[in-house]
C-alpha cells in the first residue's frame, strides 16, 4: 500500500493547501473574534497533517522493508471511495442524500472488506445521524431528491 499511501498523501495535502488558500479570502464576522475562515482552516490544517502523514509513512515502510515479502498492493478501495464521492456529487440532488448516502457508504465499507451485515447497519445509522445532525441542530437542508414528494 506504500504506492496508494504516498499519493493519497500527496492528493490531501493538495487539497489542504487549496482549502487553506480559499479560506483566506472569507470574510470576517462581525462581532465574532473568529471569522467565516476558522473552520474551514481546521479542516484545511487537518488534512495537511494527515497527507504528510501518509507520505513519510509510506516512505518509512519502503526504506524499512528491505528484502520482506511486500504485500500485493490494492488499489480497488482508494477508487472505490473516489467512485463514491463522485457518485453522491452526481445522485444527491436527483436521488437525494436519502438514498445515495447508505449506497455510497455500503459501497465503500464492502471496499474495505467489512460485512455485510455491519456495512448495511452502520450505513443506515451513519446517514441518519448526519441528516438529523444537519437537518434539525444545524437547519441545513440536505437533498431530498425523489423522497420529498412522499411526505
Do not use: N
Amino acid at each position: 500500500m506504500q504506492r496508494v499511501d504516498r499519493w493519497l498523501g500527496v492528493a490531501l495535502a493538495v487539497l489542504a493547501a487549496a482549502v487553506l488558500w480559499s479560506a483566506r479570502a472569507f470574510p470576517d464576522v462581525p462581532g465574532q473574534k473568529v471569522g467565516a475562515g476558522f473552520l474551514p482552516m481546521i479542516v484545511g490544517a487537518g488534512l495537511l497533517v494527515c497527507g504528510v502523514v501518509l507520505v513519510l509513512r509510506s516512505w518509512r515502510a519502503a526504506y524499512t522493508d528491505g528484502d520482506a515479502v511486500r504485500e500485493a498492493e490494492h488499489f480497488g478501495a482508494p477508487m472505490v471511495v473516489v467512485a463514491a464521492v463522485a457518485a453522491y456529487i452526481l445522485l444527491a440532488d436527483r436521488l437525494g442524500f436519502l438514498i445515495v448516502a447508505p449506497l455510497c457508504l455500503v459501497a465503500v465499507f464492502r471496499a474495505m472488506r467489512v460485512g455485510w451485515r455491519p456495512s448495511v447497519l452502520w450505513a443506515i445509522g451513519g446517514t441518519l445521524v448526519v441528516h438529523l445532525a444537519f437537518y434539525k441542530l444545524l437547519r441545513v437542508p440536505l437533498p431530498w431528491g425523489v423522497i420529498r414528494p412522499l411526505f
